[in-house]
């Protein structure tokens, strides 16, 4: 096999459609042929490296509001599908309500590289180690979906059926994620083990979020969500389960962190070997879970 080291960016037409109405359109006539396109951080890589052969990229960043953020006090958050990753750190809303996506953008890459990628553009690419997908999850984020027949809303936990692949049909266009208003005395962590500090995406990824809830038996209600250790981004209902129903201490974190390692399917690739991440979900699941519980007995 010969190796190209100096790969180049294969000629395409940039399409700047008026409306969405007309990208969505554009894409459905050109399926197979033509794509969305947000900040490109994933599509003009994987053209470059002759991954992906589109003729068309179909600009969607500042069609009909896909570029707001914004903060309603009873709706919650709805944040556009062209905001970049630096705007969401920076916004005071998320800061102060949803830290949870700040720091989960903050563990992608560098500055430059968030100043062009979005959290939409991270779903969409339906990569299993897409670090701002757990925050994304365990906050309950909806998509809004624009299609040739108009707007229709997708839950995130029902987006992605395997690596690369979602539910979107030609012509769908995300153009936004709503996240509900988060629950009272909440706290989340994104803890992310990858070769480096900086700039690498996760050998393991897992987020942790929690609150108390009444309506649970033990009095609180878990949310986890793991990367790179499953076809999709994972979220192991038996161990949120096992948090709901039993009384939260030392022995249930440990036996939880057991169930969502029990749940991952990962593979041996070039960042770690399937054993070497179920042991880090493990520790990492039980090391979130503590956190987040002494968070969340400090604000009660
Ligand atoms: C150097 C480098 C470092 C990186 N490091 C990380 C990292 O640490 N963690 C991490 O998670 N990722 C990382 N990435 C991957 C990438 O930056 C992210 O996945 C980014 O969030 C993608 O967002 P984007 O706006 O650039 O998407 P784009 O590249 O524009 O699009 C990504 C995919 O989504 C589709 N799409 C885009 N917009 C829409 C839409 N509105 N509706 C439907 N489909 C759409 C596109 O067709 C494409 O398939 C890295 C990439 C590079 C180049």
Known sequence: MSLNAHPELPEFDYIRPASLMDASRFLAQHAGEARPMLGGTDIFVRMRDGMWHDQYLVDVKNLDGTDKLHFDPQAGLILGAGVNMNRVMVSPEVQTRYPLLADACR????????????????????????????????LGGVLDVHGVNGYREIPLAGFFLGPGKTILQPGDIVTAIRF???????????????????SDLSIVGVTVYGYPDASAASGYRFRIALASVAPVPLIPRDAEAYLSQNPIGRETIRAAANLAAESCSPIDDVRGSAKYRKAMVKNLTRKGLEKVWESVNRKA
């Open 180 to 198: 509900p208003l988060p629950p009272q005395g909440n706290t989340g962590v994104y803890l992310k083990l990858g070769r480096n500090t900086w």
């Open 107 to 138: 563990s992608v890459a560098s500055y430059q590289l968030r100043t062009r990628a979005t959290i939409v553009g991270n779903i969409c690419n339906a990569s299993p180690a897409g670090d701002t997908i757990g925050a994304c999850l365990v």
